[in-house]
């Protein structure tokens, strides 16, 4: 027989509690719960059961507002909370409901202290406990996150932006037919401009355009003030910054006038 036992079953032990905790007061020390069967003391510590069902006062909410328990439900947990017993599985688990709580209401019902095994299965966490400071650099990848695991409920609005996709990480295999219409789309996305054509070789200025953005039309107009023909000049362009650049070329210097059509990219 072991000589080092000190206790036998260990299921009422003196430990530590918040302050101004008293008898009958549900609580949860490390990953122990429990409940005390006396006042905490001076030196911050009370005997607590931590085995057997009690009254306790329990809200029938969670962490998307209210909610009713139904008879072996989990009950979490939490010191801030008045009471501090409910579905919210932000907490910690406390035990286990043996009556039922309507939603939203405030009800001392039996519960359970939860045992040892009681515990959430492998791998599950409280509902919405890992937040982005949790998480390291890069520690969610593409390969851990299930096909179709996340859509648009759970993506908060705004949060997804230019600067959190990869190169090419959107292509038109993951865009579903009819997703990106016009009220998707920034806006100023497609732009005319009406410029003064130039010489051979010279470059025509507009305004906000820079490289990477997408030519679409450069018509050329004969004159500006009464206008004969129209001319596809697109070919001769290559936008630049604030530019487009015309290596050669047609002669379009004064009176003739060009519009410009292009998708504003960048």
């Known amino acids: 027989m072991a000589t080092n036992?000190?206790?036998?079953?260990?299921?009422?032990?003196?430990?530590?509690?918040?302050?101004?905790y008293t008898s009958g007061d549900s609580v949860v020390v490390g990953r122990m719960a429990?409940?005390?069967?006396?006042?905490?003391?001076?030196?911050?510590?009370?005997?607590v059961k931590m085995r057997g069902a009690f009254d306790l006062s329990v809200e029938g909410?969670?962490?998307?507002?209210?909610?009713?328990?139904?008879?072996g439900d989990a009950i979490f947990w939490q010191s801030g909370d008045t009471p501090t017993l409910s579905a919210d599985e932000s907490g910690e688990l406390l035990g286990h409901a043996l009556e039922i709580v309507a939603s939203g209401a405030t009800t001392t019902i039996k519960v359970r202290v939860a045992r040892t095994g009681d515990a959430r299965a492998p791998g599950e966490v409280p509902l919405l406990s890992i937040g982005t400071a949790e998480l390291a650099a890069d520690a969610v990848t593409g390969a851990k996150i299930g096909d179709d695991e996340v859509d648009s409920e759970h993506i908060?609005?705004?949060?997804?932006?230019n600067e959190h996709l990869a190169?090419?990480?959107?292509?038109?295999?993951?865009i579903a037919d009819g997703a990106v219409d016009r009220a998707h789309l920034a806006g100023g996305f497609s732009k005319i401009t009406l410029a003064d054509g130039t010489g051979v070789g010279a470059d025509?200025?507009?305004?906000?355009?820079?490289?990477?953005?997408?030519?679409?039309?450069?018509?050329?107009?004969?004159?500006?003030?009464?206008?004969?023909?129209?001319?596809?000049?697109?070919?001769e362009y290559v936008v630049g910054?604030?530019?487009?650049?015309?290596?050669?070329?047609?002669?379009?210097?004064?009176?003739?006038?060009?519009?410009?059509h292009w998708n504003d990219l960048t």
């Open 5 to 20: 036992e000190t206790h036998d079953n260990a299921d009422q032990m003196k430990l530590p509690v918040p302050a101004g």
């Open 34 to 47: 429990g409940v005390l069967l006396t006042d905490r003391d001076a030196a911050g510590n009370a005997i």
């Open 61 to 71: 909410t969670n962490a998307a507002g209210n909610t009713a328990i139904a008879i």
């Open 156 to 161: 908060v609005a705004a949060s997804v932006d």
């Open 167 to 174: 190169d090419d990480a959107v292509d038109s295999d993951e």
């Open 204 to 235: 025509v200025t507009i305004a906000g355009i820079v490289a990477g953005d997408e030519l679409v039309a450069v018509h050329a107009y004969s004159t500006k003030a009464a206008i004969a023909t129209v001319a596809d000049r697109t070919s």
């Open 241 to 260: 910054a604030g530019v487009l650049t015309k290596a050669g070329g047609t002669d379009e210097s004064a009176p003739n006038q060009l519009i410009v």
